[in-house]
């Protein structure tokens, strides 16, 4: 059972452009997390998705940022008009129920 | 959301025993424990999990209180490979990371 799979690992942008971060969850898991963490410190969790529906948004900031899951295909955080503080590494999680997590290896996005 | 605090970093050396301990004040009765532990560019990856008195698996052990206000990580024998960042969590349906404890093993 091969684990989260996350696409593309590391990602440059440059500021105003589009950041799309794609997240294969393990088979099975129907709940996915997205998390983002700055250099030294934790992980800030960003939106709570199920298939097809988002459950929890509130940590993600209320302009430029979205994200999907849909029926088929992988779950898309997806970043507009990229700015510099966007500069992260961007963790996401599936799991089969909302307890244990299991995350993959991280997209880490910098804005040039 | 109940808060966790725990040490901000902490040194042992190679084949101590190590203890890490969390304080969860406001800890609601639904709430399960969970310990993850991360390396440099890797995701967080799940330890070990409980809810009450103690749990042990092939790679750590967990102690709760009866008030459940607090927790305590222990990592057996611990080598080099385990230098890491270790998070506690109180999980209810929303899981929250804070800084970790950043834990340095010396040779």
């Known amino acids: 059972n091969a684990g989260v799979m996350q696409n593309p690992r590391h990602l440059v942008r440059r500021r105003g452009q589009e950041a799309r971060l794609r997240c294969s969850p393990m088979k099975g898991h129907s709940h996915v997390y997205w998390y983002r963490q700055l250099p030294e410190e934790g992980l800030k969790f960003m939106v709570y998705?199920?298939?097809?529906?988002?459950?929890?948004e509130s940590g993600m900031p209320k302009e430029r940022f979205s994200a999907e899951f849909p029926k088929e295909g992988p779950s898309i955080l997806r970043i507009q008009q990229v700015v510099r503080g966007d500069s992260a590494a961007y963790f996401c999680?599936?799991?089969?129920?909302?307890?244990?997590?299991?995350f993959g290896p991280g997209t880490r996005l910098t804005v040039t | 959301l109940a808060k966790t605090t725990q040490p901000i970093s902490m040194d042992s050396y190679e084949g101590q025993e190590v203890n890490i301990t969390c304080s969860h004040n406001?800890?609601?009765?639904?709430?399960?424990i969970t310990w993850y532990q991360q390396f440099p560019s890797q995701g967080p990856r799940f330890i070990i999990q409980g809810y009450k008195t103690k749990v042990t698996n092939e790679v750590a052990s967990l102690f709760i209180p009866a008030d459940r206000k607090s927790s305590t990580l222990s990592l057996p024998r611990v080598s080099l490979s385990d230098t890491a960042v270790y998070y506690c969590?109180?999980?209810?349906?929303?899981?929250?990371f804070g800084k970790g404890t950043r834990l340095h093993i010396l040779p």
């Open positions: 969590l109180v999980v209810d349906d929303k899981i929250i």
């Open positions: 406001n800890i609601a009765t639904n709430d399960y």
């Open positions: 999680a599936s799991s089969p129920s909302s307890y244990e997590q299991y």
């Open positions: 998705l199920q298939k097809e529906n988002i459950i929890d």
